[in-house]
């Protein structure tokens, strides 16, 4: 390479160095800030947002449940709801069987389609 060359990339090497030959939008994604901000906000939107929405529709499930009610638990159970009181749901397994859960181990009614199974 002669001199000449090399003085030629000093000048490219230079004008990429030079903050103001950078366009602004590299500026903008180049910033850690801002690169933190967008990973953040596609987190938010692709996995927090959905999980809360979930979370609130099962809330309302349960709040609403009465008796006569086909449920199933998080452990798998499917029963019948015989009562309802602030915190426990009574469940009917089968005849002569019937269970007392927390509200919070009901996981869905049964004929609920879950999306994305």
Known sequence: MNVGML???????AQAQDPEAV???AQFFGNPLSMMVIVFAIF???LIAPARKRQKALQQTISSLKSGDKVITTGG????VVAVTDRI???K???QVKI???KSAVA?????EKPGT
Not at 77 to 80: I, K, N, S
């Open 93 to 95: 397994i089968s005849d």
């Open 77 to 80: 159970v499917l029963a019948t």
């Open 23 to 25: 366009p602004p939008f």
């Open 100 to 102: 007392d859960v927390l």
């Open 44 to 46: 938010y939107f692709l």
């Open 7 to 13: 003085q030629a990339l000093g000048g490219f090497v």
């Open 89 to 91: 749901v009574q469940l």
């Open 108 to 112: 869905g009614l049964q004929g609920e």
